[in-house]
């Protein structure tokens, strides 16, 4: 059971190869410049193809003014992924309780582990990076070796620095997620009046708003 959202590796290239910087600005310290109420005003909602839970092809970016700069656009573009996973991990907590432990892996968490505070503050729950390459071919491996070799003792993951959340800053992240719903669903209902659904831009001038891969 699970979800998934396919898209977060090429927002980050996207990000990196479209969007202008300031000289000296770096990615990863733009992400973690700033507290979510203060600056980031703008949502990044995925696009192309999400596979799983309520998964349409839509998307766009809503809050975009002419005083967005590329450091703005590119922090909240970061916390709309966050808040994708966050959609993903309430629905499955529905069903399935809440998590022992959340586990964040690949490309986007090596590359921005800042970003990793920002999945925290999203989820309220403690994050932990896993540091191994390739470990969705790990994790396949566990799953054969319960049939081939159960009594075998299993050697854990390597992992990093845990994340903890930043418990002042969950109000904003859960007004930011109301806001996120009611342009995703304004996206999906967009997508959904034209014959063949593209990209778009959804906009609301007053509203602020686990590639890496998150499991539980």
């Known amino acids: 059971m699970g979800g998934a959202v396919n898209d977060v590796g090429r927002v980050v290239s996207w990000l990196q190869s479209t969007v202008r910087f300031l000289p000296g600005d770096d990615f990863n310290l733009i992400l973690a410049a700033a507290p979510p109420a203060s600056t980031s005003r703008v949502a990044l909602i995925l696009r192309r193809a999400q596979h799983g839970l309520g998964g349409r092809r839509a998307g766009g970016l809503a809050g975009v003014s002419a005083a967005t700069t590329g450091a703005l656009l590119s922090r909240g573009a970061m916390e709309g992924v966050a808040i994708s996973y966050a959609r993903i991990a309430e629905q499955l907590q529905s ?4 998590p022992q432990r959340i586990l964040a892996s690949g490309r986007v968490t090596q590359d921005l582990p800042a970003w990793l505070q920002i999945l925290a503050d999203v989820l309220e729950e403690p994050v932990i990076p896993v540091t191994i390459k390739r470990s969705t071919l790990r994790g396949t491996a566990l799953i054969a070796l319960d049939v081939l070799a159960p009594e075998v003792a299993r050697t854990a993951s390597a992992t990093g620095e845990i994340r903890q959340p930043v418990a002042d800053r969950a109000a904003s992240y859960r007004a930011r997620k109301q806001d996120y719903q009611a342009l995703y ?3 999906i209902a967009l997508a959904g009046a034209e014959p063949r659904p593209q990209s778009g831009i ?3 001038a007053s509203s602020p708003l686990r590639t890496a891969t998150s499991g539980k």
């Open 202 to 204: 959804v906009g609301r």
């Open 95 to 98: 069903v399935a309780g809440q």
């Open 185 to 187: 669903e304004a996206a």
